[in-house]
């Protein structure tokens, strides 16, 4: 008898009597080889997962550069009008062509544009105002008169003021009788101080605060700059703000405004500002020149010796030329080192993306990316390693990693700051 089309259907997808308990002994298989992988008696000593090929999506902080000052929301057309030209102004001054940024500025201001584009056209107005009174009247300085100071001790500095003008600058003393909006203060360097402590827990505190330095006397003299000549006027920060020692060492970032109110060159007044260009000081413990004569034997003998300030102290000598080869020392340090290495490694891997910020990130990484395949029962330090040095915020899964470093490589991913 011929089987009807019907039976045959039914014949063709009726499974055997066996096929069901197969297919059962082989998810238990599965469900007990997973269990050997997470039961702590084997998991770590595996050979490291291969890169994964699918595409696998996470947010990467490195681009957030990009984005900056950009909104996410859909623009009406008044609003893409207002943003073309912000654009086009800040590409004209990224390139150097300021007068003409400031042209395209102040025509797209004429036209009373509304926020945000209004707020950022005038700020990206005042930015290039203040570089261009740099480049053809004043600059301002702070420098210290040491790079590296020991705890407890005072910061001394030199604020320096340059003509760079063909012409003398007077800074003038305010008006004695000037009230409203006549009234002025003094000449004056506004110190802007941020203070960050680095210590072996990997902790980083910071205090920020400013000082107002006035240059002008008691007598309320004027203060004559001739043409390239330059006004020095010291300044300190004491002891107590420096701070008392740490299982570590400290930064003080410096930085500020100077401000003119009344600053005359030839016939002509006018209020001057102009950001002061930046240094950064050291804090260390006694005893540290040893570490910076040779960074990175430094290193590599705090490594053996499970020193963990020294770790952190040599790092902070580490030229830029040398910063691949102390990541590799420092991944060492987390692949065989002595547990107390764990964190005071992790920041000393901070530090040196902090010093890193707009380079390729992938020399960077590829010592820590080795020692995931050559210790793979310290991956979970590892990767915390890479998460500091790169300023990615990858869950904690090697396929991630893989993923991350095939995405980061073939682009030429700079690195990142971050606050972590």
């Given at each position: 008898m011929t089987p009807s089309h019907d039976n045959l259907g039914r014949m063709r997808t009726r499974r055997s009597p066996s096929a069901k308990p197969k297919a059962l002994v082989a998810i238990l298989a599965a469900l007990l080889c997973v269990a050997c992988q997470n039961d702590g008696t084997?998991?770590?000593a595996q050979e490291p997962i291969a890169p994964s090929h699918e595409p696998i999506e996470f947010p990467n902080p490195l681009k957030k550069s990009d984005?900056?000052?950009?909104?996410?929301?859909?623009?009406?057309?008044?609003?893409?009008g207002w943003k073309e030209k912000w654009e086009l102004a800040r590409r004209y001054a990224a390139a150097g062509y300021d007068t003409e940024a400031l042209q395209i500025i102040d025509a797209a201001l004429s036209q009373q544009p509304t926020d945000p584009w209004g707020t950022r056209l005038r700020a990206l107005r005042t930015s290039l105002r203040m570089r261009k009174t740099e480049q053809e009247l004043v600059r301002a300085e702070v420098r210290p008169d040491r790079d590296y100071v020991l705890f407890g001790r005072r910061v001394d500095l030199v604020i320096r003021i340059h003509n760079v003008s063909p012409d003398p600058i007077v800074l003038l003393?305010?008006?004695a009788e000037a009230t409203g909006r006549a009234a002025t203060s003094p000449s004056a360097v506004v110190l802007e101080l941020e203070r960050k402590d680095r210590d072996v827990s990997a902790t980083e505190l910071g205090r920020k605060w400013t000082q107002t330095l006035y240059l002008q006397g008691a007598d309320g003299a004027p203060v004559?700059?001739?043409?390239?000549?330059?006004?020095?006027?010291?300044a300190r920060i004491p002891p107590s703000d420096v701070g008392p020692a740490i299982s570590g060492f400290r930064s003080l970032e410096i930085g500020g405004t100077f401000r003119a109110p009344r600053l005359q060159v030839g016939d002509t007044q006018r209020?001057?500002?102009?950001?002061?260009?930046g240094t950064r000081v050291a804090v260390l413990p006694r005893g540290y020149e040893p570490l910076a004569e040779d960074p990175l034997g430094s290193l590599a003998q705090a490594v053996d010796t499970v020193a963990p300030v020294h770790l952190l102290v040599a790092t902070e000598f580490v030229p830029?030329?040398?910063?691949?080869?102390?990541?590799?020392?420092?991944?060492?340090?987390?692949?065989?080192?002595?547990?107390?290495?764990?964190?005071?490694?992790?920041g000393?891997?901070?530090?040196?993306?902090?010093?890193?910020?707009?380079?390729?990130?992938?020399?960077l990484a590829q010592p820590l990316m080795d020692a995931l395949a050559r210790w793979p029962s310290r991956k979970q330090a590892i990767m915390e390693g890479l998460r500091a040095v790169t300023g990615v915020d990858v869950p904690p899964d090697v396929r991630l990693w893989h993923d991350?470093?095939?995405?980061?490589?073939s682009a030429r991913t700079s690195v990142a700051s971050g606050t972590d």
């Open positions: 084997g998991g770590d984005a900056i000052g950009v909104d996410e929301r859909p623009l009406t057309d008044a609003e893409a003393p305010p008006q004559r700059i001739p043409p390239g000549g330059v006004h020095v006027q010291p209020s001057v500002r102009v950001p002061l260009r830029s030329g040398q910063r691949v080869e102390a990541v590799g020392i420092l991944a060492r340090a987390l692949g065989e080192g002595h547990e107390s290495l764990r964190r005071p490694a992790h000393a891997l901070r530090l040196i993306r902090d010093r890193s910020v707009g380079r390729p990130v992938g020399p991350w470093w095939r995405r980061a490589t």
